[in-house]
């Protein structure tokens, strides 16, 4: 609905376009070419996504798969200063799919400090996922960091070692998010 609204909204003919998010664009062959594109890159999103769900691919590989055509990404627009492609991709998941992430362990998960509980005893203790978490944002992969210290986390609510070493993969997030939602979450 919302392509068909901003394909809808191109056709005004509008000279000014003041948009919620961004900088004011002006002229109308410039206001339809922005909002075509926006358009086109959330078709993009949907098409790629229900794809996926109709060939009964996990939530996980969806939001890993699908990818903004590059040509769009270029266009100043269409930045994710904002929101984020990969949030729109679980908002489609959730319209088309529902809430189940098609991961068994999901359906009925353990209490999530149970499962870090256990993956610290495994690893040898919380420091030690803690510890794994800060060479991995040394080694440039703070996504998985950040699985690995919120597990550290919830095994050792009370450390204060681990706290710090949270902080620090978190601030570590932010800074190479390009979104104001994202950043300001992990920096939260």
């Known amino acids: 609905e919302w392509a068909v609204a901003l394909r809808t909204m191109a056709a005004q003919g509008a000279e000014v376009f ?13 206001i339809h070419l922005a909002l075509t594109e926006s358009a086109e890159l959330l078709e993009s999103l949907v098409d790629q996504t229900v794809e996926l769900i109709n060939r009964g691919v996990r939530l996980d590989e969806v939001i890993h798969s699908v990818k903004p055509p590059a040509r769009l990404m270029e266009r100043p627009y269409l ?19 529902g809430w189940y992430d098609g991961n068994p362990a999901n359906l009925k998960p353990a209490l999530e400090a149970s499962v870090a509980g256990e993956l610290a005893m495994l690893s040898g203790g919380p420091g030690r996922l803690a510890a794994r978490a800060g060479e991995l944002v040394a080694a440039g992969d703070a996504r998985l960091a950040c699985h690995l210290v919120e597990f550290a986390a919830l095994a050792a609510p009370d450390d204060a070692a681990i706290r710090a070493a949270r902080a620090e993969v978190l601030r570590a997030r932010a800074e190479s998010e390009h979104s104001l939602m994202a950043r300001g979450i992990f920096n939260a």
Request: no cysteine; charged share 20%; glycine share 6%.
């Open 18 to 30: 003041i948009p919620s998010h961004g900088t004011p664009i002006f002229g109308n062959d410039r």
């Open 79 to 97: 930045w994710p200063l904002y929101d984020e492609p990969e949030f729109i991709v679980r908002n489609i998941w959730r319209l088309y799919a």
